[in-house]
């Protein structure tokens, strides 16, 4: 047993060693002093201070849009290759393909960025497009990476699907894009969801891919915040990472909300099935034994 | 031609539904994931010029003629300076370090999570998570206020009398190893968590029936079980910390040679873009062997095989 206490504490301190430097970042972003070392008392300057600084904003409301774009253009690509990994399972260059899908993962960022750039650059020479690098060729570079993740998310959830109720629809006589979108679509929409939600965090974060693939004119947030942390801690940034913290997590509230919610309509729809059959089987012999003293 | 010859002759052309199905995503990853590899292998050979874009063409075609001229001259480099091998290697004990801290870390925090109780399970792995989802800019940024000299970890072991001048700690290797493992933590606790979560308990009560003290079956039956996790999380952590810029490049200092940081200097404050082309082939050459394990370990996971 002092193991499984030994592991409960190491958990513990994790914990805290995660999440307390953001909570210190919270709290100095309310600080009213200048210097971000000295605490002069609560104040919502740097918040305020924010909205005036028009070059953050317009940085802001691009990388709102590529997130967008990406995390729509990401389920679906990612939904394919998922589909594809778990459904279809001999075709030529399958070995190749699962690679493709997953090694995004873990390639680094710097190599992934670079490649693409010299990619743009030379169809750039070839074909006359991207002329200029900027949303699109950003958009581009964050769906690949992103795809992969949603790959993974939502392969595992296809795996757990039962077959047989896709195959029912299939004898029933539905073409095999009906049932994906009538039948697999709905019973895979959450791990979509988790997906798309996880695209929008990772482009609104990306850094250095984003840094390698952007013309001039198209700066997103974490290049703006990246040249400010460069070259030290400034009061502004922590209002603008505190505002981030916030929203993620708000999303990750909401995931945990509404997946906690749907797993209690589940239960209950399951418990409620599971009654009727009893109280069905219950009536059962019920039924047969009342005519039986008839005919005595 | 009449109707029907026209159908089937267009049903060659236009793909079916299953090809297309396949057809979009392996084009796209093969259009912007597997071609760039190859153009970075091109113009590694290719001399960097005053240009746009700032790099020689590696082929001519005059007079009939097709010259290719390769210019080895870069990888020659990397041979030469030692700054670049001090970099490989700085890179490769960085990350191995940081692999071997996160796994010491995580197996534990891992296994509690996995044996808590059912829903306290599904908080705990969102708690994990959604550092995840926050950019790793401000999980690091939020280190430097602390780490620096004038900082809060200063700050607080002055006051405390342990210390009398305050320590360097911000921009040397210490700050880059606290801010990896930081960062890289859940990346090394989810897919334990999801490999441990599957074991059949049975297998450690009936090694305790019959004998077996609680760290002999951890280490006889819980360890070997999870190697699939071990293996992608140390993966998942070891290949993007080898070329990690953000960290080293914020909590780092002089001392912190690290190749990302090499990269990405000689390609936007040298625009030597063939030198780095270079340093990024040999940096893939060098981490092809754990992105197929990691490959391996991940497509036996999505088919469902154990």
């Known amino acids: 047993m002092k193991r499984f206490r030994f592991s409960s504490l190491m958990l513990v301190l994790g914990l805290i060693f995660i999440y307390l430097p953001m909570l210190i970042l919270v709290i100095y972003s309310?600080?009213?002093?200048?210097?971000?070392?000295?605490?002069?008392?609560?104040?919502?300057?740097?918040?305020?201070?924010?909205?005036?600084?028009?070059?953050?904003?317009?940085?802001?409301?691009?990388?709102?849009?590529?997130?967008?774009?990406?995390?729509?253009?990401?389920?679906?690509?990612?939904?394919?290759?998922?589909?594809?990994?778990?459904?279809?399972?001999?075709?030529?260059?399958?070995?190749?393909?699962?690679?493709?899908?997953?090694?995004?993962?873990?390639?680094?960022?710097?190599?992934?960025?670079?490649?693409?750039?010299?990619?743009?650059?030379?169809?750039?020479?070839?074909?006359?497009?991207?002329?200029?690098?900027?949303?699109?060729?950003?958009?581009?570079?964050h769906t690949t990476f992103c795809a992969a993740y949603v790959a993974v998310v939502v392969s595992a959830r296809l795996r757990e699907l039962d077959l047989s109720i896709e195959e029912a629809a299939m004898d029933l006589g539905a073409r095999p894009w009906k049932v994906f979108f009538l039948i697999t679509i709905p019973m895979i929409a959450p791990s979509l969801a988790a997906g798309g939600m996880m695209s929008f965090a990772l482009s609104l974060d990306d850094l250095?891919?984003?840094?390698?693939?952007?013309?001039?004119?198209?700066?997103?947030?974490?290049?703006?915040?990246?040249?400010?942390?460069?070259?030290?801690?400034?009061?502004?940034?922590?209002?603008?990472?505190?505002?981030?913290?916030?929203?993620?997590?708000?999303?990750?509230?909401?995931?945990?909300?509404?997946?906690?919610?749907a797993e209690e309509a589940r239960k209950k729809a399951i418990q409620q099935a599971i009654e009727e059959s009893a109280a069905d089987s219950w009536k059962q012999p019920d039924a047969r034994r009342a005519p039986a003293p008839q005919t005595v | 031609m009449n109707m029907r010859k026209f159908k089937r002759r267009m049903n060659r052309i236009i793909p079916n539904g299953r090809q297309m199905v396949i057809g979009v995503p392996f084009i796209w990853l093969f259009l912007f994931f597997m071609l760039p590899f190859f153009i970075v292998l091109k113009i590694s050979f290719a001399e960097a010029d005053v240009a746009i874009p700032p790099y020689t063409?590696?082929?001519?075609?005059?007079?009939?003629?097709?010259?290719?001229?390769?210019?080895?001259?870069?990888?020659?480099?990397?041979?030469?300076?030692?700054?670049?091998?001090?970099?490989?290697?700085?890179?490769?004990?960085?990350?191995?370090?940081?692999?071997?801290?996160?796994?010491?870390i995580g197996y534990p925090m891992a296994y509690a999570i996995a044996s808590a109780r059912k829903e306290l399970q599904t908080v705990l792995v969102l708690l994990i998570m959604m550092p995840t989802w926050t950019a790793i800019l401000i999980r690091v940024y939020a280190w430097m206020g602390i780490l620096s000299n004038n900082g809060l970890l200063n700050g607080f072991l002055m006051s405390m009398g342990l210390i009398d001048e305050p320590l360097q700690i911000l921009n040397t290797n210490l700050a880059v190893y606290i801010g990896v493992v930081y960062s890289y933590l859940p990346f090394m606790i989810l897919p334990l968590y999801a490999n441990l979560v599957k074991h059949d308990?049975?297998?450690?009560?009936?090694?305790?029936?019959?004998?077996?003290?609680?760290?002999?079956?951890?280490?006889?039956?819980?360890?070997?079980?999870?190697?699939?996790?071990?293996?992608?999380?140390?993966?998942?952590?070891?290949?993007?910390?080898?070329?990690?810029?953000?960290?080293?490049?914020?909590?780092?200092?002089?001392?912190?040679?690290?190749?990302?940081?090499?990269?990405?200097?000689?390609?936007?404050?040298?625009?030597?873009?063939?030198?780095?082309?270079?340093?990024?082939?040999?940096?893939?050459?060098?981490?092809?062997?754990p992105i197929i394990l990691f490959n391996r370990s991940q497509a036996k996971e999505m088919e469902g095989k154990e």
């Open chain 2, 201 to 289: 308990q049975s297998l450690l009560e009936a090694a305790s029936d019959l004998g077996s003290s609680t760290f002999n079956s951890f280490w006889k039956i819980t360890i070997p079980l999870s190697k699939n996790g071990i293996i992608a999380g140390c993966m998942l952590v070891f290949i993007p910390v080898v070329g990690e810029f953000v960290i080293p490049e914020l909590l780092g200092g002089p001392e912190t040679l690290m190749i990302g940081k090499v990269l990405w200097q000689e390609f936007f404050n040298n625009r030597d873009w063939p030198v780095a082309s270079a340093l990024a082939v040999v940096m893939l050459a060098i981490l092809i062997v």
């Open chain 1, 208 to 261: 250095v891919l984003a840094s390698f693939v952007s013309g001039p004119g198209s700066t997103t947030l974490p290049m703006e915040v990246f040249s400010a942390v460069r070259l030290g801690v400034k009061p502004e940034i922590n209002a603008v990472a505190s505002l981030i913290l916030l929203a993620v997590s708000l999303v990750t509230f909401l995931v945990w909300f509404f997946s906690r919610r």
């Open chain 1, 30 to 141: 309310f600080n009213a002093s200048k210097l971000v070392t000295v605490w002069g008392g609560w104040s919502i300057k740097w918040y305020v201070g924010l909205l005036d600084n028009s070059q953050l904003m317009g940085s802001v409301l691009r990388s709102l849009e590529i997130a967008c774009y990406t995390a729509v253009a990401a389920v679906a690509l990612g939904t394919l290759a998922a589909f594809v990994l778990t459904r279809i399972t001999h075709f030529k260059g399958r070995t190749l393909f699962g690679g493709l899908v997953t090694a995004p993962l873990v390639m680094p960022e710097v190599i992934t960025g670079l490649s693409l750039l010299l990619l743009f650059v030379a169809m750039a020479q070839m074909i006359g497009w991207p002329q200029e690098r900027g949303i699109v060729t950003i958009w581009i570079a």
């Open chain 2, 57 to 104: 063409e590696i082929y001519t075609y005059a007079e009939q003629k097709l010259q290719l001229l390769l210019n080895l001259g870069n990888y020659a480099m990397l041979g030469d300076d030692e700054l670049y091998i001090a970099a490989y290697l700085g890179s490769l004990k960085m990350a191995f370090i940081s692999t071997v801290l996160c796994l010491l």
